[in-house]
Structures are given as structure tokens and as C-alpha cells.
Antibody
Framework: QLQLQESGPGLVKPSETLSLTCTVSGGSVSSDSFYWGWIRQSPGKGLEWIGCIYSSGNTYYNPSLKSRVTISVDTSTNQFSLKLSSVTAADTSVYYC?????????????WGTGTTVTVSS | SYELTQPPSVSVSPGQTASITCSGD??????ASWYQQRPGQSPVLVIY???KRPSGIPERFSGSNSGNTATLTISGTQAMDEGDYYCQAWDTSTDVVFGGGTKLTVL
């Protein structure tokens, strides 16, 4: 059964770059039918889609975050990563990675457990 | 940008039917998905492509989508169905969009 696990620093200083990795087990990031995505949830708030990547390297980003986001994939390690630059306190969130279908609707059928990132000096 | 609007909260008695709506411009022309999030847990997909249930999701969960509104219906609601529910759609200009979420309380 496919599982996703986020990893990375839990604390990032303002103006620095947040970096997270999602490790995929029980499946391959090279699968044809899926994107690999990142979603975040600020404390007590709703879900916000950050972006996703296909195994070919094609990326799709939330327009509101596009200028600060980079998502990459490493098929050799079966991982994909998120970088968010110039972070502020507003970027404090639980960050989830998820498998996202390429079907109509682009829904997320498997989610990681999430990792909390706090932006503070 | 495309927006999806959900009621902040819905209450239902055990065994009754709960309906959670999600509104967006011409939403019926797009596919809607729904996620359940219990406190402290990751979201779980409960409905995709308007009406389809993933494997393992109880039959009491159903969905519809027409006009400007998608609806998640939970029949015979149980205490374990309490949590936050999010709708999601995909638009060519803004890609994936989530609704603000609805807190379902089973009284």
C-alpha cells in the first residue's frame, strides 16, 4: 500500500527558505497516472493547495504562491520536494504531501501524515 | 481567481441525513471532490468526480453536483462522521481550489 511521509526542519527563520521532502513507499513517483503535490493548512484554518509535479518534471503552482515555490522530483530516490522562499510567519502551517490524480478533477487520493513548520526567529 | 464557498458549520442528529454544500461559479461544469478531516488527522478523500466513492468509504457518503452547487450527503450519520469537510475542484486558470471547510457536528 502506497504511503507518503514528509520530512524537514520544523523551525525556519523569517526570510529564509523552507525545504521539505516527501518520501514515497509502496509505489513509484514515476507512475503515469499521478501528480505529486503539496498542500498546507495554517493553524485552525482550511486547506491551501501549493502545487504539484509530474514525474517528467512538469510543475503546476498555486498562482498566489508561484513566485516563491519550487517543487522538484527525484525518481532515483522516489522522493519529491518543496522549497518555499522568503518565508514569513504567515507560512507557519502543517504541510502535507499527497498523491494527486491526473484524472478530471485532479483530486488527492492519498495523503501523508503532515509535518508542522513554524516560521520564527 | 476561482472560489468555493461552504457553510462554516452543519449540525445533525445521529441517524439523520447531513448535507454539506459547496458553491462556485458554474461548479457543475467541473468535477468536485470531498475530503473528511478528523481532528489531528490528515484529510481523507470521501468523494471524487462528483459522485464516486473510493474503496473503503461507507455507502452512506454520496455526492452530487449541478449548476453552481456541489453537495455531500451523509445518510444515517454516525458520531464517527464528525469532523471538517472540504470540497475541492479544479479550474484551468487556478488549478486546484479548496473550499473553506465545514465543521460537521453530530449532536
Amino acid at each position: 500500500q502506497l504511503q507518503l511521509q514528509e520530512s524537514g526542519p520544523g523551525l525556519v527563520k523569517p526570510s529564509e527558505t523552507l525545504s521539505l521532502t516527501c518520501t514515497v513507499s509502496g509505489g513509484s513517483v514515476s507512475s503515469d497516472s499521478f501528480y505529486w503535490g503539496w498542500i498546507r493548512q495554517s493553524p485552525g484554518k482550511g486547506l491551501e493547495w501549493i502545487g504539484c509535479i509530474y514525474s517528467s518534471g512538469n510543475t503546476y503552482y498555486n498562482p498566489s504562491l508561484k513566485s516563491r515555490v519550487t517543487i522538484s522530483v527525484d525518481t532515483s530516490t522516489n522522493q519529491f520536494s518543496l522549497k518555499l522562499s522568503s518565508v514569513t510567519a504567515a507560512d507557519t502551517s502543517v504541510y502535507y504531501c499527497a498523491r494527486q490524480k491526473t484524472d478530471s478533477g485532479r483530486y488527492m487520493d492519498i495523503w501523508g501524515t503532515g509535518t508542522t513548520v513554524t516560521v520564527s526567529s | 481567481s476561482y472560489e468555493l464557498t461552504q457553510p462554516p458549520s452543519v449540525s445533525v442528529s445521529p441517524g439523520q441525513t447531513a448535507s454539506i454544500t459547496c458553491s462556485g461559479d458554474k461548479l457543475g461544469n467541473k468535477y468536485a471532490s470531498w475530503y473528511q478531516q478528523r481532528p489531528g488527522q490528515s484529510p481523507v478523500l470521501v468523494i471524487y468526480q462528483d459522485t464516486k466513492r473510493p474503496s473503503g468509504i461507507p455507502e452512506r457518503f454520496s455526492g452530487s453536483n449541478s449548476g453552481n452547487t456541489a453537495t455531500l450527503t451523509i445518510s444515517g450519520t454516525q458520531a464517527m462522521d464528525e469532523g471538517d469537510y472540504y470540497c475541492q475542484a479544479w479550474d484551468t486558470s487556478t488549478d486546484v481550489v479548496f473550499g473553506g471547510g465545514t465543521k460537521l457536528t453530530v449532536l
